[in-house]
């Protein structure tokens, strides 16, 4: 399945491969979304077509749902599931607490409610994800259309009293169009360069009326799996 990788997706291949190591049989498991997920989706195929791994998997996006039917790994929703044993996903970055900055992907609202609804959280990176401090990957928040202008508006008035260095926020496009989620929702993402208090600012984005949810995944984050272009694998 590898085949003749370029270093980067070598390194994500490696980190994929490493924690489906983690999925026993019988477990219920939460599919990422991603490049770095895909390749873990694949892996489970590959074991559930070869080996007879018998798992149940709930996707945390439409295309991750496409692409786990394509190579056989059987899905329910989370509501038949109703608790995961593990779920298994990507991140944009991640720091020494292992929190994260998730929603690159757009997928931040399933992705956080899935990994939420799991006993064991496994994020694949490579080292590029790593920082000493979140922020420099601006930070996705999902917001409804309705109104979505005055609640950018709100999100950038309430910064000024965070401890962040930037404090525009930008709508995500798709093209000419507004890039929509999969809960048919809009993206802002935050240009804060530097997160000073990731679990105050997690929570004073969600008191603001329109915001779904923020990308921001404080302490649900249990492992990071970091694979390396040259195909060795920390676990950390
Ligand atoms: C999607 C995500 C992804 O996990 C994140 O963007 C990392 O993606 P990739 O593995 O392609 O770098 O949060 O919403």
């Known amino acids: 399945m590898s085949g003749t990788l370029s270093p980067i997706d070598k390194a994500k291949f490696v980190a994929a491969k490493r924690a489906v190591d983690y999925v026993e049989d019988g477990m219920k498991v939460g599919l990422g979304t991603g490049s770095t997920a895909a390749w873990m989706v694949k892996c489970l195929g590959e074991m559930v077509r070869n080996d007879g791994l ?7 996006s439409t295309r991750t749902a496409e692409l786990a039917r394509q190579v056989g790994v059987p ?7 109703k608790w995961l044993d593990l779920t298994i996903d990507g991140t944009d970055e991640y720091d020494h607490n292992l929190n994260l900055i998730k929603g690159g992907g757009a997928a931040l609202l399933m992705e956080k409610i899935v990994a939420t609804a799991s006993d064991q959280m496994i994020v694949i990176a490579d080292l590029s994800k790593q920082v000493e401090t979140l922020g420099a990957f601006p930070l996705p928040v999902e917001v409804i259309p309705f109104g979505w202008q005055t609640t950018k508006a709100l999100i950038e008035e309430t910064l000024v009293n965070l401890d962040v260095l930037g404090r525009t926020a930008s709508l995500r496009m798709n093209g000419a169009s507004p890039c929509i989620t999969d809960e048919g929702n809009y993206i802002l993402d935050l240009h804060l360069r530097r997160i000073g208090n990731p679990r105050q600012l997690s929570l004073v984005m969600n008191q603001i009326p329109g915001v779904v949810e923020n990308g921001l995944f404080i302490d649900i984050c249990d492992v990071v799996v970091i694979g390396n272009g040259d195909g060795s694998v920390e676990v950390r």
């Open 54 to 60: 018998k798992i149940t998997g709930v996707a945390t």
């Open 75 to 81: 899905i329910v929703t989370l509501d038949e599931a």
